[in-house]
């Protein structure tokens, strides 16, 4: 059975699935999947044009020119290999490969691995203005309804915005956040934090951070000093270091994760504003080209608008014509 046949029977019982996905992506779905739907009512059988429009396709979707070549090239050996001229059929092996190409690069346990004592630290790194807050507050929201005690820390002391904004979720959660002045050292305010989340008895210790790319080698030596003063006070911390990239910036944000990436090491990814763009690809784009994955998606505004990834839920998706006017 081919993945789409495995994706529609898994998920087309609505009872069973979470419809997050379905409804959080039909811009890309309806984008992506129509342009296939459209290309294979027009070959009866494929050649070398139906490749060359198949790959088009990909690239406009953000999945990047190499992976794209790369998965079409692997598509034109299997159907040369199955001897499949079918374009559903290969439209179908499309998807399969995509799969592959993400789920080849390892196996990834998204959620947060809890240390059995003391608080589990998170760093989260990105430009201004890609949701970043936004989605500290819905991982603290995901966390707090798993039970866990949540503490933010305000270190992206630059914006004065940023320490108000911040505060102004903690308030609306419940939770405490643990604020600097204007300009205070960030590694400072980290440290106020680590002191209080060991205080207080927190699991989760999330930490904001500036993210003024343009001073690479001052962003660098901020987050290493942010490091070292939370690695001193709680052991491991931080545990991991979340990037936020916005899916609607496309290729440009497969470009901040290098960059951020050569900054600091970089454990997960979490894709905003995917609900926004009707180019999804950019998740695998980030998985080819650097290797690492995309933890939690957002698929909204709301705070319950974050989502575990799930490659077969994405997939689905992604590819998958619904009944939807
Ligand atoms: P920051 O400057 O990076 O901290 O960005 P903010 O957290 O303030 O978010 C910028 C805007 O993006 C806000 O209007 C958010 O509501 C919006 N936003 C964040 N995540 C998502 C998402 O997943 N979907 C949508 N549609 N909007 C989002």
Redesign the pocket.
């Known amino acids: 059975m081919g993945l789409i046949s495995f994706l529609k029977s898994k998920f087309s019982k609505k009872d069973k699935i979470d419809n997050k996905y379905v409804s959080g992506m039909s811009k890309s779905r309806k984008n992506f999947s129509s342009k296939l739907t459209n290309l294979s009512k027009r070959y009866k059988s494929v050649n070398q044009d139906y490749f060359d429009e198949l790959e088009e396709i990909l690239i406009e979707s953000d999945v990047g020119v190499s992976l794209s070549i790369k998965i079409i090239e692997e598509v034109l050996d299997e159907s040369k290999k199955q001897k499949i001229t079918e374009p559903e059929k290969i439209n179908e092996i499309l998807v399969d490969k995509m799969f592959l190409g993400y789920a080849s690069k390892g196996d990834i346990v998204n959620e947060i691995q809890f240390k059995s004592e003391g608080p589990t630290v998170v760093l989260v790194v ?1 430009v ?8 500290i507050a819905k991982l603290a929201y995901h966390y707090i309804q798993k039970g866990k005690k949540v503490m933010l820390v305000a270190a992206d002391t630059f914006r004065a915005g ?1 320490i108000e ?1 911040l505060s102004i979720w903690g308030e609306r959660l419940h939770i405490p956040v643990i604020v600097g002045k204007k300009e205070q050292d960030p590694a400072s305010v980290s440290y106020d934090g680590a002191k209080e989340a060991i205080k207080q008895g927190v699991d989760l210790l999330i930490v904001d951070t500036a993210g003024r790319l343009q001073t690479k080698v001052n962003l660098m030596n901020e987050l290493a000093k942010i490091k070292r003063v939370l690695n001193k006070e709680i052991a491991g911390a931080p545990h991991e270091t979340f990037l ?1 990239i916005d899916a609607t910036t496309g290729q440009n944000g497969v470009i901040q994760a290098k960059q951020f990436n050569e900054v600091t090491d970089v454990s997960g990814v979490i894709i ?5 763009t009707s180019k999804g690809g950019i998740i695998l784009s980030i998985r080819e080209e650097l290797g690492i994955p995309v933890r939690f998606i ?4 709301k705070l319950d ?1 974050l989502e575990e990834f799930d490659l077969d839920q994405y997939l689905y998706g992604l590819c998958v014509e619904q009944d939807e006017k």
């Open positions: 990105g201004n203005g890609v949701g970043k807050t936004t989605s940023a904004q936020i905003t504003k995917m609900d926004g957002g698929l909204g505004e608008d």
